[in-house]
């Protein structure tokens, strides 16, 4: 059975980069059917996609934080990573990793990790 | 970028009835990327239909997706109590942009 999880700090500080990092198991991030993408929800909204990438390196970035993100992944340690930078409050969120097919729907999701960024 | 409007924002129904969540986007997008999703509180999102009509694996037939177009509907044919949650509907579109609706929340009348 595929499982993600994510890991990284909780608590960043404003203009700091935020860096998470999602582990695959039950299956490889090399997959050629798959992309892998994060996903994220501010407390009691609603989701938002921030970006996805190929295992051969290929990215696809939200317009709207495309300056600020960027994904990458290690398919050594079946994982792939997540930084945003210079973070603001309104960047705290639920930050999710899921598996994206090739019609770009999100099959399998990670249990999610709050990310708060406070000074 | 295709925006997404769910509605209604809140669907009051009591276990046994029949619900119908709306999805329109404001362009015409392809069925092959229209997604809906069933959260629950502390829960990350679960695929319930992909391709606009196709049930993911493991989901029960009482939910059931159709349209095309620029007008998605699913529709949970007989509530049971688990099914009280919020549905996200998601298309992915030129940009290349994936977007999700703002969300439906199916609770207990």
């Known amino acids: 059975q595929l499982q993600l999880q994510e890991s990284g700090p909780g608590l960043v500080k404003p203009s700091e980069t935020l860096s998470l990092t999602c582990t695959v198991s039950?299956?490889?991030?090399?997959?050629?059917?798959?992309?892998w993408g994060w996903i994220r929800q501010p407390p009691g909204k609603g989701l938002e996609w921030i970006g996805s990438?190929?295992?051969?390196?290929?990215?696809y970035y939200t317009p709207s934080l495309k300056s600020r993100v960027t994904i990458s992944v290690d398919t050594s340690k079946n994982q792939f990573s997540l930084k945003l930078s210079s973070v603001t409050a309104a960047d705290t969120a639920l930050y999710y990793c899921?598996?994206?097919?090739?019609?770009?729907?999100?099959?399998?999701w990670g249990q999610g990790t709050l990310v708060t960024v406070s000074s | 970028e295709i925006v997404l409007t769910q509605s209604p924002g809140t669907l009051s129904l009591s276990p046994g009835e029949r619900a119908s969540l709306s999805c329109r986007a404001s362009q015409s997008i392809s069925s092959r990327y229209l997604a809906w999703y069933q959260q629950k509180p502390g829960q990350a999102p679960r695929l319930l239909i992909y391709?606009?009509?196709s049930r993911a694996t493991g989901i029960p037939d009482r939910f059931s997706g159709s349209g095309s177009g620029t007008d998605f509907t699913l529709t949970i044919s007989r509530l049971e109590p688990e099914d009280f949650a919020v549905y996200y509907c998601?298309?992915?579109?030129?940009?290349?942009?994936?977007?999700f609706g703002g969300g439906t929340k199916v609770d207990i009348k």
């Open positions: 998601q298309q992915y579109g030129d940009s290349p942009a994936l977007t």
């Open positions: 039950g299956g490889s991030i090399s997959s050629r059917s798959h992309y």
């Open positions: 899921a598996r994206q097919s090739t019609d770009w729907n999100l099959d399998y």
């Open positions: 990438i190929y295992y051969s390196g290929i990215t």
């Open positions: 391709g606009a009509s």
